[in-house]
């Protein structure tokens, strides 16, 4: 999608700080970080959020958690992380492309 600024960070158009990169899924840090450590995993696929995941979408939802986990165990977090999807602009989502994000580095309590 050409207004997406994530499909934009896919294509390579957009410059992002990558922690990961496959066929499927790019890892880069949040510009604008919510904890020590913040980053998105983003499917390759533009999906508009967790509820446009069809059922052929399922083994990519999986995958972005384990990427997610083993990030986050290459950031120094150990298994104190927390993993977060917003879907709708009522609950919070900016990007309408789906996105995982992962913040970790501090310790409990997290708002909820």
């Known amino acids: 999608m050409d207004d997406c600024i ?3 960070i896919v ?3 957009i410059p992002a700080d990558t922690l990961f990169e496959d066929d499927e ?11 020590p450590v913040h980053f998105l995993v983003v499917p390759k696929k533009h ?9 052929a979408d399922e083994a990519l ?5 384990r990427v ?6 290459e950031q120094k977090v150990g298994d104190a992380f ?3 999807m917003n879907n709708g602009a009522k609950a919070g989502q900016v990007v309408f492309h789906l996105h995982l994000h992962v913040l ?3 310790d409990a309590p997290w708002p909820i």
């Open 11 to 13: 294509a390579g158009e």
């Open 47 to 55: 999906l508009s959020g967790p509820a446009a995941i069809a059922q």
């Open 82 to 84: 927390r993993l977060v």
């Open 6 to 8: 994530f499909c934009r």
């Open 25 to 35: 899924l790019v890892v880069f840090r949040d510009i604008a970080p919510q904890a």
């Open 68 to 73: 997610a986990a083993r990030v986050a165990a």
């Open 104 to 106: 970790g580095g501090k």
């Open 61 to 65: 939802a999986g995958k972005m958690v």
